[in-house]
């Protein structure tokens, strides 16, 4: 069964950091595009980070300079280091892969359920 599980989440105070992990199963990662995506209740969900199969890398320019996505192909899974949180970065963060190896928009292949990030003092 292919699957795309988050984890990592949880509750961080302002200025934390916390590390996000995407693990895959069913499939190899090594030659998807992955991508890092959040959305609020309400909101429309947007494109965080991506990696592609070369290992080039996309930021937001918001989370330039804050935010890490690294990929580790052994453990079939991608990681988002999140350090600098801040308030405004509250949400529900999916990871998806794409099979072009390149592609990291809305039209991904696969998606994960969701892990939930909270900033807050």
């Known amino acids: 069964q292919v699957q795309l599980v988050e984890s990592g989440g949880g509750l961080v105070q302002p200025g934390g950091s916390l590390r996000l992990s995407c693990t895959a199963s069913g499939f190899s990662l090594d030659y998807y595009a992955i991508g890092w995506f959040r959305q609020v209740p309400g909101k429309e969900r947007e494109r965080v980070s991506c990696i592609d199969s070369a290992l080039t890398t996309y930021y937001k320019n918001a989370m330039k300079g804050r935010f890490t996505i690294s990929r580790d192909n052994a453990k079939n899974t991608v990681y988002l280091q999140m350090n600098d949180l801040k308030p405004e970065d509250t949400a529900v963060y999916y990871c998806?892969?794409?099979?072009?190896?390149?592609?990291?928009?809305?039209?991904?292949?696969?998606w994960g359920k969701g892990t939930l990030v909270t900033v807050s003092s």
């Open positions: 998806a892969a794409h099979r072009s190896g390149v592609y990291c928009a809305d039209a991904m292949d696969y």
